[in-house]
């Protein structure tokens, strides 16, 4: 190593180049420094039988104070008087301890262990101070010049500024921290999940041909059963797990088929299309399902990460609970095509009801026209409390005798209909059959009025006019009704 010195000095004088004029001119900040007093104090200490040295500083830190005394700075070079901000050599040594203070402790630490362990080199990250305050992150690098070995009486050490490089790492991490805390915080269910498994088999579906994928997957629904099950979720944040009912993420995770199934297909199935004409950002109401078995209709937003267009192994679906919206919606909608009080369809359904049927059939379409007997009599002599329980016996009786795809409306006060599409005379007859003896039952099981119907029926076939039948079935009714009344004894 010493040959080596003497001939890198040798090299420099034959350039016509001053050895420590190059030290001086070198764009980077240099430090000559006597360590042999360290050195010794080192052989000190493994004489009295310090063997590691990292606990022996830590757990009495004026022990590194006392290695740091052991240090002499014997000259630095101009680019460090400028980082530092010293007028000269003399005005940066008389200030060493406000540039070497404060967060230096475990970086140093680390320098003197790699020492002690016999390296030439050493390097550690630390602060360091400008004389006028300014606090600058540094990466140190030391080597114990050739020749110098034996006692450490030359070392030299480079310093450089990566205040920025920090900065900007800093900036990142708190980025990162920032952008985990919005994940993890937002009052909206968050799911990260990669899906480079399913753009994997729609790209194996094109290269078979297929141009109609709304087709392909009519065909092959197992299609969509097998994307749904490729779903890989990376990470959900913590509304999830109150939105689904999970008591933590690995539990979800875990039973992620309770979650996507059932109602989900022909939403996912949707969503594949989308994928399929290219539109990596798109949303739509879904339904998923919550650990505890119930519907969770969510308003779903999916997007691909930018940056991972191609692989699609990084998407966001930001999921909005939209239960508690869409039973209010199924409850308006109900009360837009139901009666509330007997809880059959209402007239303005069975106005439509009929129009369409008038359209579409099937035929023969048939009707039965009901009114409910006595019903004024009830509400005068008794109220109409009384009269709106009879009405929802009437009610009872009428949904459970009519089973899809016939329909129970209430259309007047006391008046009901059934349609009754594809149904034939003989349907209908086995119909009434079944009002009069739920009619029955529900007499046996209910006090207080009687519940009683007067009845008429009609059928019409393709071609005939269903109003008209209709009107049939009404002047049966008034029929029954009107034998009913001459049936009943005198009072």
């Not at 301890?97 to 404060?102: A, I, K």
């Not at 310093?159 to 915080?185: C, K, P």
């Not at 994928?275 to 919550?290: K, M, P, S, T």
């Not at 029955?440 to 269903?466: A, H, K, M, R, V």
Request: contains cysteine; proline residues 3%.
């Amino acid at each position: 190593m010493q040959q080596g010195t003497q001939a890198t000095a040798a090299s420099f004088a034959t350039m016509g180049v001053d050895l420590l004029a190059f030290f001086d001119v070198t764009p980077t900040s240099l430090w000559l420094e006597d360590y042999s007093q360290l050195h010794a104090l080192f052989e000190r200490w493994r004489a009295a039988g310090v063997t590691d040295i990292r606990h022996y500083l830590e757990e009495e830190p004026r022990r590194v104070a006392e290695c740091s005394a052991c240090i002499r700075v014997l000259k630095v070079n101009r680019h460090t008087l400028q980082l530092y901000g010293a007028r000269d050599y003399e005005e940066l040594a008389q200030h060493l301890g406000s540039v070497l203070r404060d967060d230096m402790f475990q970086a140093h630490v680390g320098e003197l262990e790699q020492m002690w362990a016999g390296n030439a080199t050493f390097q550690s990250q630390s602060v360091n101070y400008t004389l006028d305050g300014r606090r600058m992150d540094i990466l140190l690098r030391g080597v114990i010049l050739p020749g110098h070995e034996h006692d450490w009486s030359r070392v030299l050490v480079a310093i450089e500024d990566v205040s920025a490089l920090e900065d900007a790492r800093h900036r990142a991490t708190a980025n990162q921290q920032y952008a985990l805390g919005i994940f993890e915080h937002a009052p909206v269910s968050l799911w990260v999940e990669n899906f480079s498994a399913i753009r994997q088999l729609l790209e194996d579906v094109r290269m078979q041909g297929i141009v109609d994928f709304r087709t392909f997957t009519d065909v092959h629904p197992e299609f969509v059963e097998r994307c749904m099950s490729e779903i890989q979720v990376l990470d959900i944040n913590h509304y999830t797990l109150g939105m689904f009912r999970a008591p933590d993420k690995a539990t979800l995770l875990a039973r992620l088929p309770e979650v996507f199934r059932d109602e989900m297909r022909p939403h996912f199935r949707e969503q594949l299309l989308d994928l399929w004409e290219g539109r990596l950002f798109h949303q739509r109401e879904v339904v998923n399902y919550a650990l505890d078995g119930s519907e969770v209709n969510v308003h779903l937003q999916f997007s691909v990460f930018p940056g991972h267009e191609e692989q699609w192994d990084l998407v966001l679906l930001a999921l909005t609970d939209i239960t508690a919206r869409k039973k209010a919606e199924a409850y308006l909608e109900f009360l837009g095509k139901h009666d509330v009080l007997t809880k059959l369809k209402n007239r303005s359904f069975y106005v439509d009801e009929l129009n369409r049927l008038q359209r579409k059939g099937p035929f023969p379409v048939s009707a039965i026209v009901l009114d409910m007997d006595n019903l004024k009599l009830v509400n005068d002599q008794l109220g109409h409390a009384a009269g709106d329980a009879l009405l929802r016996r009437a009610g009872e009786v009428l949904a459970k005798a009519i089973q899809k795809p016939y329909q129970a409306a209430r259309i007047g006060g006391d008046e009901f209909a059934v349609l009754m599409p594809g149904a034939d005379e003989r349907d209908v007859e086995i119909v009434a059959e079944s009002i009069g003896k739920l009619v029955d039952l529900n007499n046996q099981f209910y006090g207080g009025p009687p519940l009683s119907f007067s009845l008429g029926c009609s059928t019409c076939e393709e071609g005939e006019s269903i109003e008209a039948m209709l009107r049939e079935a009404d002047v049966a009714m008034y029929e029954a009704k009107r034998s009913r009344n001459e049936l009943k004894p005198a009072g």
